[in-house]
């Protein structure tokens, strides 16, 4: 059976309850379409000791602050996913779970969205996927050589299922940095990264990431000079559990490794580390295969955005993937902006 409907938001994440609300406000008629089973996004599926980089009431999607964590000023992955529950419940977002999208497709005057429970019909789609569904995993030499378990970010759940063992975590960014510091007591830890890792001011949180990327952009809307936004910050914000490892002396990162064999990993200069397991932190990937059949990307694999409208498909909308679909909407507090226009270019589409 088909359903028509004005709008199809693919995801039901932080980002697909963000366009719904505005959505909602706008009176357009829609639907989320989610392939979890239960509210809360990629967060239901994060590592237990993961915090927020801002406080609570930093850290909301638009219409409701997220409330304060009793004995927590940076709130743990339980109290998010309880968060995007509630707020899903009272907007009365029509979210449609388990159910997985396929393909979206041309269809004359419509969008068809192919799902694992039939077809949908829309004048517009918003693709709200987010990129914990696709882990990036570097080419190393003799990966498959290696004896060991090989996990990314997307796997790792707590210190105990590496109590005593030897553990190579790979990555300087935050994943990679909470994910050492978690191990860093119970564990003979390595940490690798590409460069020497950068830690933020200890002061400075997501709030005011969130400031800098924003001002950053007025910058370049502007036509004034590149401000560097968060980059020119550093890599990992010193949230306390990193911080706790790094002044005691835990958080000490190696370079780089060349290759692997079947014990461990091996250094430019012979030197060799066995390990038990590698963690691989080492990012994602925007989650967009649905939109294959459009033909959107360009050489690179890009698609290119004038906003987060599609530029060779207007109907389409990319809300949630970082920088390019707006600054810092990959983030709880930074994708209301985003969808809010999204939305509202929605609207003008469809009178």
Known sequence: ????TQVVVIGGGRAGLAAGYHLRRLGLEFVILDA????GGAWQHAWDSLRLFSPAAYSSLPGRLM????????PDVQHVVQYLTDYEKRYELPVERPL?????????????????SGPWHAHSVISATGTWWRPFLPAVP????????????????????????RVIVVGGGNSGAQIAA????????TWVTQRPPRFLADDIDGRVLFDVATARLRALEEGRTDTGG???LGDIVAVPLVREARDAGRLKAAPMFVCLDRYGV????GMRAPADAIIWCTGFRPALSHLEPLGLRGVRGHIATEGTRAMDEPRVHLLGYGDWTGPASATLIGVGRPAREAAREIAEQNP
Do not use: K, N
């Open 1 to 4: 059976m088909s359903h028509t």
């Open 36 to 39: 979890q089973a239960a509210p």
């Open 67 to 74: 409330p304060a964590q009793t004995g927590q000023t940076y």
């Open 100 to 116: 997985r999208v396929l393909r979206v497709h041309r269809d004359g005057q419509l969008l068809r969205v192919e799902t694992d």
């Open 142 to 165: 003799g990966q498959a050589a290696f004896g060991g378990r090989q996990l990314h970010t997307v796997d790792y759940r707590s210190p105990a299922d590496f109590a005593r063992q």
């Open 182 to 189: 978690d191990l860093a007591c119970d564990t003979d830890l």
């Open 230 to 232: 968060v980059a020119s």
């Open 266 to 269: 091996v250094w430019a200069d």
